[in-house]
């Protein structure tokens, strides 16, 4: 991605595996759980964590969250057609995981998967201290993961189990303050954006949504739970918080340092970036409308109130499947969080009075975590959406099970009609999705090159970013020391081995870190006459464009003490002010003027008897725009330089193929026409006589 929180990720886990220190040397705005976990993997395993074995990690995540969804429809349904179905569509709708591999997301994802699934089979079997327990640990786990998705986990189990406390008073009382919670709970969270308009919309959603779930809860009987159940959950939360935080104090945290790291800064942390949620203006009005009807209990007794659900259902089941199609990295996510919200009671209000089995009051337990889950996606609503919704879709599919089969009832000389058509329409639909998804991975894989970077070999990703992201490795590694990057792009430092000048690294470092941070690393940066940076110039222009303009000490330093060097695509390389580098794997067009014909220059390392020139398109299929064979005709000026772009000895001539050896400059006369108009889309590949690449170079500015 354009911002690279996974390489922010990876490169504190680095630093933690090298030096310990977590929140004492190495910043995280995460809690301790993933380093602990990841650091025993690391060490048992040998494992190298880079872009490939993140992206491996997040896979296990998205496919086992996938895999659980389609447990619990199993568990609700015993239909083998429903449960591929479940696994399909959550599979399509976690597909943000693929923006942001290794970020705490996925593992998040998979822990409120894991909690939901948990809870729901020892709610079916009665069993209140494995849902204690299951609770306990996973909700802690999830809380020194990420605090406020940990809090949400454990709010939604902590109600539960009180409402199911055994004094009926008592239990009254606490599904009272349940329901107060889902109404200040969401106001207090969205405070410091209150009231923007899709904030207020945000929270009314929610509650609305909440309070619907909880009238049915309220009916639904609980089983009752013991004060032992209580025990459970207490001791085995306070069980892995005592592992966790034993791990991490004995790779150098004190007491004092984790609580800082894991509860004062992130609710004292300033909002240093937020999102919004695009919200259309009928999801507030479905919202007050589907609540008014769940809490309308005598119109449950009425004979055409299981109809209007079940068509609610599938109307809404619909919109899902066919509000996908073409584009499904968007509209699949965001339809699962705007129209999940309001309709998540709709699919569980029992179709027959009376209906109050375990397995409908596991749905009821699934639903009130998925509920709170969503509050995820405040403030910064981007791939938070897709994590904190995607436990809708088994509800959806059980919902709509549920709904065909009591249609297929209720007119029995066509049961088995509606049945097939139904089933055969939900495989169809499921099946055009993972298509679609599946196309699309085979377009990106067939249509990209291996990014060939250490850590990231095989990444395959848009070419102008692999064009863009091989020449600034390749100069990082020439002429660097000291790396850092505007914002924080650390997946750099991974792969080139330059280390950054502290510990203390964040995306958005310009708001997230101190003063004595920033300070700290100006120093380093200061003592090192060979530190470079990397600055992402559209992602700062976009954050100046949406008012949150980087700056602070370490800012202003940078822009007084480093300039930059050349720029490719949207990257730029800087270096001190004063220093002159070579930029290697470069190209520049000089346009003719009226004495001097149009000139190609070209900065490279290649090694090898070079005899021609391509200037080929950039992107796939990378057709040939410009030919220069080296001959009498288009000769090669051939220049030997030193790392500062001083010329080592003269320049020579070259009219037959000719070995290039280390850093030099070549310049070729050329007669430019309109096809040389657009450099941006174009890259240059120096070859030997049998066609071999020696080096692939980008225009740079």
């Given at each position: 991605?354009?911002?690279?929180?996974?390489?922010?990720?990876?490169?504190?886990?680095?630093?933690?595996?090298?030096?310990?220190?977590?929140?004492?040397?190495?910043?995280?705005?995460?809690?301790?759980?993933?380093?602990?976990?990841?650091?025993?993997?690391?060490?048992?395993?040998?494992?190298?964590?880079?872009?490939?074995?993140?992206?491996?990690?997040?896979?296990?995540?998205?496919?086992?969250?996938?895999?659980?969804?389609?447990?619990?429809?199993?568990?609700?349904?015993?239909?083998?057609?429903?449960?591929?179905?479940?696994?399909?569509?959550?599979?399509?709708?976690?597909?943000?995981?693929?923006?942001?591999?290794?970020?705490?997301?996925?593992?998040?994802?998979?822990?409120?998967?894991?909690?939901?699934?948990?809870?729901?089979?020892?709610?079916?079997?009665?069993?209140?201290?494995?849902?204690?327990?299951?609770?306990?640990?996973?909700?802690?786990?999830?809380?020194?993961?990420?605090?406020?998705?940990?809090?949400?986990?454990?709010?939604?189990?902590?109600?539960?189990?009180?409402?199911?406390?055994?004094?009926?008073?008592?239990?009254?009382?606490?599904?009272?303050?349940?329901?107060?919670?889902?109404?200040?709970?969401?106001?207090?969270?969205?405070?410091?954006?209150?009231?923007?308009?899709?904030?207020?919309?945000?929270?009314?959603?929610?509650?609305?949504?909440?309070?619907?779930?909880?009238?049915?809860?309220?009916?639904?009987?609980?089983?009752?739970?013991?004060?032992?159940?209580?025990?459970?959950?207490?001791?085995?939360?306070?069980g892995v918080m005592v592992i966790i935080v034993g791990m991490i104090g004995m790779r150098g945290t004190s007491l004092k340092q984790l609580w800082h790291g894991v509860v004062t800064a992130p609710l004292g942390q300033p909002l240093a970036y937020s999102h919004p949620i695009n919200w259309p203006w009928l999801i507030p009005v479905l919202s007050v409308g589907l609540f008014i009807l769940s809490i309308s209990t005598p119109l449950r007794q009425k004979?055409?109130?299981?109809?209007?659900?079940?068509?609610?259902?599938?109307?809404?089941?619909?919109?899902?499947?066919?509000?996908?199609?073409?584009?499904?990295?968007?509209?699949?996510?965001?339809?699962?969080?705007?129209?999940?919200?309001?309709?998540?009671?709709?699919?569980?209000?029992?179709?027959?009075?009376?209906?109050?089995?375990?397995?409908?009051?596991?749905?009821?337990?699934?639903?009130?975590?998925?509920?709170?889950?969503?509050?995820?996606?405040?403030?910064?609503?981007?791939?938070?959406?897709?994590?904190?919704?995607?436990?809708?879709?088994?509800?959806?599919?059980?919902?709509?099970?549920?709904?065909?089969?009591?249609?297929?009832?209720?007119?029995?000389?066509?049961?088995?009609?509606?049945?097939?058509?139904?089933?055969?329409?939900?495989?169809?639909?499921?099946?055009?999705?993972?298509?679609?998804?599946?196309?699309?991975?085979?377009?990106?894989?067939?249509?990209?090159?291996?990014?060939?970077?250490?850590?990231?070999?095989?990444?395959?990703?848009?070419?102008?970013?692999?064009?863009?992201?091989?020449?600034?490795?390749?100069?990082?590694?020439?002429?660097?020391?000291?790396?850092?990057?505007?914002?924080?792009?650390?997946?750099?430092?991974?792969?080139?081995?330059?280390?950054?000048?502290?510990?203390?690294?964040?995306?958005?470092?310009?708001?997230?870190?101190?003063?004595?941070?920033?300070?700290?690393?100006?120093?380093?940066?200061?003592?090192?006459?060979?530190?470079?940076?990397?600055?992402?110039?559209?992602?700062?222009?976009?954050?100046?464009?949406?008012?949150?303009?980087?700056?602070?000490?370490?800012?202003?330093?940078?822009?007084?003490?480093?300039?930059?060097?050349?720029?490719?695509?949207?990257?730029?390389?800087?270096?001190?002010?004063?220093?002159?580098?070579?930029?290697?794997?470069?190209?520049?067009?000089?346009?003719?003027?009226?004495?001097?014909?149009?000139?190609?220059?070209?900065?490279?390392?290649?090694?090898?008897?070079?005899?021609?020139?391509?200037?080929?398109?950039?992107?796939?299929?990378?057709?040939?725009?410009?030919?220069?064979?080296?001959?009498?005709?288009?000769?090669?000026?051939?220049?030997?330089?030193?790392?500062?772009?001083?010329?080592?000895?003269?320049?020579?001539?070259?009219?037959?193929?000719?070995?290039?050896?280390?850093?030099?400059?070549?310049?070729?006369?050329?007669?430019?026409?309109?096809?040389?108009?657009?450099?941006?889309?174009?890259?240059?590949?120096?070859?030997?006589?049998?066609?071999?690449?020696?080096?692939?170079?980008?225009?740079?500015?």
């Amino acid at each position: 991605m354009v911002y690279d929180d996974e390489g922010y990720v990876l490169w504190s886990l680095h630093s933690h595996f090298a030096e310990g220190g977590l929140y004492a040397k190495v910043y995280s705005q995460y809690g301790p759980f993933i380093y602990a976990l990841y650091h025993v993997i690391h060490t048992v395993f040998r494992l190298t964590f880079d872009n490939e074995t993140g992206r491996l990690i997040t896979l296990f995540f998205w496919v086992g969250s996938s895999s659980l969804a389609g447990l619990f429809t199993w568990s609700q349904t015993r239909n083998i057609f429903m449960v591929v179905g479940t696994i399909c569509l959550t599979f399509c709708s976690l597909i943000v995981m693929t923006s942001e591999p290794i970020h705490p997301g996925g593992i998040l994802a998979f822990m409120s998967a894991l909690g939901g699934l948990g809870g729901a089979i020892a709610i079916e079997r009665r069993n209140h201290r494995l849902l204690a327990i299951t609770c306990g640990t996973i909700g802690t786990a999830m809380l020194l993961t990420k605090i406020n998705v940990g809090a949400f986990f454990l709010i939604a189990s902590g109600s539960w189990l009180a409402i199911s406390m055994p004094n009926p008073k008592l239990s009254r009382a606490c599904l009272w303050l349940s329901a107060i919670g889902s109404l200040l709970v969401p106001f207090w969270l969205m405070q410091k954006l209150w009231p923007d308009r899709w904030v207020a919309i945000f929270a009314l959603v929610f509650s609305l949504s909440a309070l619907s779930v909880l009238h049915l809860i309220k009916d639904a009987n609980l089983p009752k739970s013991d004060w032992k159940s209580w025990q459970y959950f207490i001791g085995s939360a306070a069980g892995v918080m005592v592992i966790i935080v034993g791990m991490i104090g004995m790779r150098g945290t004190s007491l004092k340092q984790l609580w800082h790291g894991v509860v004062t800064a992130p609710l004292g942390q300033p909002l240093a970036y937020s999102h919004p949620i695009n919200w259309p203006w009928l999801i507030p009005v479905l919202s007050v409308g589907l609540f008014i009807l769940s809490i309308s209990t005598p119109l449950r007794q009425k004979p055409w109130f299981a109809h209007v659900i079940v068509a609610l259902r599938l109307g809404v089941a619909i919109g899902f499947l066919t509000q996908s199609f073409g584009d499904i990295e968007n509209k699949f996510i965001s339809y699962s969080f705007l129209y999940g919200l309001p309709f998540v009671w709709v699919m569980l209000v029992p179709l027959y009075p009376g209906s109050n089995s375990p397995l409908r009051q596991a749905r009821y337990w699934l639903a009130w975590v998925f509920l709170w889950q969503t509050l995820h996606a405040y403030p910064v609503a981007g791939s938070q959406m897709g994590w904190g919704s995607f436990m809708w879709v088994p509800l959806a599919v059980v919902g709509c099970f549920d709904a065909v089969i009591f249609w297929a009832e209720k007119f029995g000389r066509w049961q088995r009609t509606i049945k097939g058509f139904g089933g055969a329409a939900f495989l169809v639909c499921c099946g055009a999705l993972v298509g679609d998804l599946g196309y699309l991975g085979h377009y990106r894989y067939s249509s990209g090159q291996p990014l060939a970077i250490n850590g990231a070999a095989h990444l395959r990703l848009p070419d102008n970013l692999t064009g863009a992201f091989r020449v600034l490795d390749q100069n990082i590694r020439y002429h660097g020391g000291l790396l850092f990057s505007l914002p924080g792009m650390f997946s750099y430092n991974i792969w080139t081995g330059h280390p950054t000048p502290t510990a203390a690294n964040v995306t958005h470092w310009f708001s997230l870190l101190s003063n004595q941070q920033q300070l700290e690393i100006v120093a380093k940066l200061e003592s090192d006459e060979q530190a470079v940076l990397v600055v992402q110039s559209y992602l700062v222009n976009y954050l100046i464009d949406q008012g949150f303009p980087p700056r602070g000490v370490l800012q202003q330093y940078i822009v007084n003490n480093f300039a930059p060097v050349f720029r490719i695509d949207t990257f730029e390389f800087w270096a001190k002010k004063g220093r002159t580098v070579a930029p290697i794997a470069t190209a520049k067009l000089h346009l003719a003027t009226p004495t001097k014909p149009a000139i190609l220059e070209l900065v490279t390392t290649a090694e090898g008897k070079a005899s021609k020139i391509v200037i080929r398109g950039l992107f796939h299929p990378y057709n040939q725009v410009f030919h220069l064979p080296i001959n009498q005709i288009t000769p090669w000026q051939i220049t030997s330089l030193h790392a500062d772009n001083s010329p080592i000895g003269p320049t020579e001539t070259a009219t037959s193929p000719v070995t290039l050896q280390g850093l030099s400059q070549i310049k070729v006369a050329l007669n430019i026409d309109q096809r040389l108009s657009k450099p941006d889309i174009l890259k240059v590949v120096i070859l030997d006589a049998e066609g071999n690449s020696l080096q692939t170079l980008q225009f740079s500015h």
